[in-house]
């Protein structure tokens, strides 16, 4: 491996829009989701990601229903000239009611969300601001004009969009020039090279993969979801429980013997495989594992410099295909149930 103990390279995201390190950190699971957290171990990871030239932190604001905007808040303000701060509107939870999941897109909405954002982060500008799902309801233009009022006020500098098709990325990308585009894409989820990644490479935008080491399961960290704590969400994904498990894990095998002869983990290979893609489709690719561990986020950042040959990738390209299970329980939010 080469000289791990430089900061990684960077690269533009959209045409205009700004330089970031090649590999983001996303910063949900240091507050809900994946079982319990440290709060002093997680704040050690947000220095560390920084210190080896991740530059591109994620969050939102459903994410502990807006506690995790607040959590990274005193790291971001104290590092404000330094990192790209990237956070999303668009989910709807309520406190009182733990299952409810909303899409709203509706200007109103926007407006009020992009307020409560700032507001938590404690800044006066969010660098790249996301669509977090699309509500077919709503007239995409619409949303993305209000967006776009966003800008214009100084509220927001970029904008993004997630989980959307390549006819809507250009259908958005019409109305206000879109940086970045962040979808589930790895080993296990390759529903973004249907439409978008095409797109996205003729307009100049960037795809930032979110979950690119499979919530995990590309790690080895688990082997079914029995093995979780019962408040980690991927319980309830089709994919790591029961039979569906099983024959994942099967899929796996190519992965560790990769990783084995590149004195790698399978993380490692897996995250090199998604940087890699920035090549295979001509655009730039910031992926953005999440992690709670400043060592997990060193181990992460290595595999910027691992480079798969031919036949590597080539063991790796018949994975997807093979997966048991949907990346959720209910699809109907997600691209791929529009395309």
């Not at 080896?52 to 404000?80: K, M, W």
């Not at 006066?124 to 776009?148: C, F, K, Q, T």
Request: net charge negative; charged share 25%.
């Amino acid at each position: 491996m080469s000289d791990n103990s430089k900061p990684i390279a960077k690269v533009a995201l959209g045409t205009d829009g700004p330089l970031v390190g090649v590999q983001g950190l996303g910063c949900m699971g240091m507050s809900e989701f994946y079982g319990p957290t440290d709060e002093a171990p997680a704040r050690a990871t947000l220095e560390a990601a920084l210190d080896l030239g991740v530059t591109l932190f994620d969050t939102a604001d459903i994410y502990g229903l807006g506690a995790n905007e607040e959590f990274i808040a005193p790291f971001v303000r104290a590092h404000r000239d330094e990192i790209t701060l990237a956070t999303k509107f668009g989910i709807e939870r309520k406190a009182d009611d733990p299952h409810h999941r909303g899409v709203r897109n509706d200007p109103e909405y926007i407006r009020q969300a992009v307020d409560g954002s700032l507001r938590r982060l404690g800044v006066d500008v969010i660098d790249l601001y996301y669509m977090h799902r699309r509500d077919p309801a709503v007239p995409l233009a619409e949303s993305v004009g209000a967006m776009a009022e966003l800008v214009r006020a100084g509220k927001v500098r970029h904008l993004g969009l997630s989980e959307v098709t390549g006819a809507e990325l250009r259908e958005a990308h019409a109305v206000h020039p879109v940086a970045a585009v962040q979808s589930e894409w790895s080993l296990f989820s390759r529903d973004v090279e249907i439409s978008l990644t095409g797109a996205a490479a003729d307009l100049g935008v960037a795809l930032v993969p979110y979950s690119p080491l499979g919530r995990g399961f590309l790690t080895g960290s688990f082997q079914d979801a029995s093995q979780l704590s019962a408040d980690d969400f991927r319980q309830y994904q089709p994919r790591f429980s029961g039979e569906n498990a099983k024959r994942n894990l099967d899929l796996l095998e190519p992965l560790r013997e990769i990783a084995t002869a590149h004195g790698a983990t399978p993380a490692q290979i897996a995250l090199a495989w998604v940087q890699q893609r920035a090549r295979v489709h001509g655009l730039a690719v910031v992926p953005i594992p999440g992690t709670r561990r400043a060592e997990r986020v060193r181990e992460n950042v290595a595999a910027t410099r691992i480079v798969l040959d031919e036949g590597e990738l080539g063991r790796l390209e018949p994975i997807a295909g093979q997966v048991a299970g949907d990346r959720y329980p209910d699809m109907s939010s997600t691209s791929a149930a529009r395309e």
